[in-house]
């Protein structure tokens, strides 16, 4: 089935860097891609919405400036978190439609790549 | 506020038990509604997904979808130590958007 890779894993970072995570959609092509944070026990939050070609949709309260996302291709978005603090420090998911359209046991279907622990220290 | 409604449990079931899993949704467009599984420290996978009234079974879950009553459920049957999680409701109304509920946090005691 459709596999959306995402690297890396686990990143440990110093206060005031930036820090690059990649979401990778393998052999189906992500016109969209969501990109997700999740503090500990807490649920998913929706950062952003991610269009190829385009400029991404942020949610309320997220700041564009801060987490900088790029959808260059259809295969491939990326989050950089710029100057992170340690309130930074979280899992951040993206996750892509690879669901067929219209109805039936695949549509619509939203698959989540592995997540990307970031802690900065 | 469109809003997708879990209880946070935790939920506790006995080894063998049926788990019961239940999950209100606010938006009535939603067309589509999604279980899925989350263990600590990893991604959400995909249990099962539901559009049409009624029940949908696959091996120990089935997925039941009343949208008179704007309530999704899932029960999994046999339950085992291995389905101990947090399981998240989401529902997706046709846009760009999927709505999340907060996710049950289920505990199967062997």
């Known amino acids: 089935g459709a596999v959306v890779s995402q690297h890396p894993s686990w990143v440990i970072c110093k206060s005031g860097t930036s820090v690059k995570i990649e979401c990778r959609s393998l052999d189906f092509q992500a016109t969209t891609m969501f990109w997700y944070r999740q503090f500990p026990k807490q649920s998913l939050m929706l950062m952003a919405t991610s269009n190829e070609g385009s400029k991404a949709t942020y949610e309320q309260g997220v700041e564009k400036d801060k987490f900088l996302i790029n959808h260059a291709s259809l295969t491939l978005s990326t989050l950089t978190v710029t100057s992170a603090h340690p309130e930074d420090s979280s899992f951040y998911i993206c996750?892509?439609?690879?669901?067929?359209?219209?109805?039936?046991?695949?549509?619509?279907?939203?698959?989540f790549g592995a997540g990307s622990r970031l802690t900065v220290l | 506020q469109k809003e997708v409604e879990q209880n946070s449990g935790p939920l506790s079931v006995p080894e063998g038990a049926i788990a019961s899993l239940n999950c209100t949704y606010s938006d009535r467009v939603s067309q589509s509604f999604f279980w899925y599984r989350q263990y600590s420290g990893k991604s959400p996978e995909l249990i099962m997904s539901?559009?049409?009234?009624g029940d949908k079974e696959d091996g120990r879950f089935t997925a039941q979808l009343n949208k008179a009553s704007q309530y999704v459920s899932l029960l999994i049957r046999d339950s085992q130590p291995s389905d101990s999680a947090t399981y998240l409701c989401?529902?997706?109304?046709?846009?760009?958007?999927?709505?999340f509920g907060t996710g049950t946090r289920l505990k199967v005691l062997a």
């Open positions: 989401a529902s997706w109304a046709g846009t760009y958007k999927y709505i």
């Open positions: 539901i559009y049409s009234n």
């Open positions: 996750s892509a439609k690879t669901g067929t359209s219209g109805r039936g046991a695949r549509a619509n279907v939203l698959t």
